[in-house]
Antibody, heavy 121, light 108 residues
Framework: QVQLVQSGAEVKEPGASVKVSCRTS????????IHWVRQARGQGLEWMGW????????NYAQKFQGRVTMTRDTSISTAYMEVNSLRSDDTAVYYC??????????????WGQGTLVTVSS | SYELTQPPSVSVSPGQTARITCSGD??????AYWYQQKAGQAPVLVTY???ERPSGIPERISGSSSGTTVTLTISGVLAEDEADYYC???????????FGGGTKLTVL
């Protein structure tokens, strides 16, 4: 079965960087885009961008351009999302999600369990 | 900017029908998707391409579309349906993904 397993919770100081991993299994990693979505406590879902694991192409929401980098390692079927220059309002649960279709629907059919990133001094 | 507007909350009694709307100009051009998110859990896709249902989603959950509004309908609501529901679509060029603000469904 399709599984996405994310790395553990992180606590970072303002100005630091954080890199979250998303290890996938149960399907061909390069066949489906991976989305990253975050959710601050008590707030809604916020799409951050996607990566095409087949060629490494990325597409970031305008809000995150220049501060977020998405990468992948096809040898271990894992996607990564790094946020730089962390601020307190980056405190959130970060999710990876596999796109529903090999033809790209823009929807997430399978989600990781989420990674809590806390930014605090 | 592209926006999807949902009511903050909807309340229904068990066995009744819940309808959650999502409005936005882009919905006349792009498909809508709905997610269910229970407290402390990751979202679950419950409908896609306006009205299709992924495998494992009960038939009492359905989606529909009319113009710039899409609706998630849950028939015969159960206590287990209490959750936050989010609509999702894309901008007119399908470049960016956008989410609605979410609707909290309360089962009285």
């Amino acid at each position: 079965q399709v599984q996405l397993v994310q790395s553990g919770a992180e606590v970072k100081e303002p100005g630091a960087s954080v890199k979250v991993s998303c290890r996938t299994s149960g399907y061909i990693f390069t066949a489906n885009y991976i989305h990253w979505v975050r959710q601050a406590r008590g707030q809604g879902l916020e799409w951050m961008g996607w990566i095409n694991p087949n060629n490494g192409a990325t597409n970031y929401a305008q809000k995150f351009q220049g501060r977020v980098t998405m990468t992948r390692d096809t040898s271990i079927s894992t996607a990564y999302m790094e946020v730089n220059s962390l601020r307190s309002d980056d405190t959130a649960v970060y999710y990876c999600a596999r796109d529903q279709s090999v033809n790209y629907y823009g929807s997430g059919s399978h989600w990781g369990q989420g990674t809590l990133v806390t930014v605090s001094s | 900017s592209y926006e999807l507007t949902q009511p903050p909350s909807v309340s229904v009694s068990p066995g009744q029908t819940a309808r959650i709307t999502c409005s936005g100009d882009v919905l006349s051009k792009q498909y809508a998707y709905w997610y269910q998110q229970k407290a402390g859990q990751a979202p679950v896709l419950v409908t896609y391409k306006d009205r299709e249902r992924p495998s494992g989603i009960p038939e009492r959950i359905s989606g529909s579309s009319s113009g710039t509004t899409v609706t998630l309908t849950i028939s015969g609501v159960l206590a287990e349906d209490e959750a936050d529901y989010y609509c999702q679509s894309a901008d007119s060029s399908a470049t960016f993904v956008i989410f609605g603000g979410g609707t909290k469904l309360t089962v009285l």
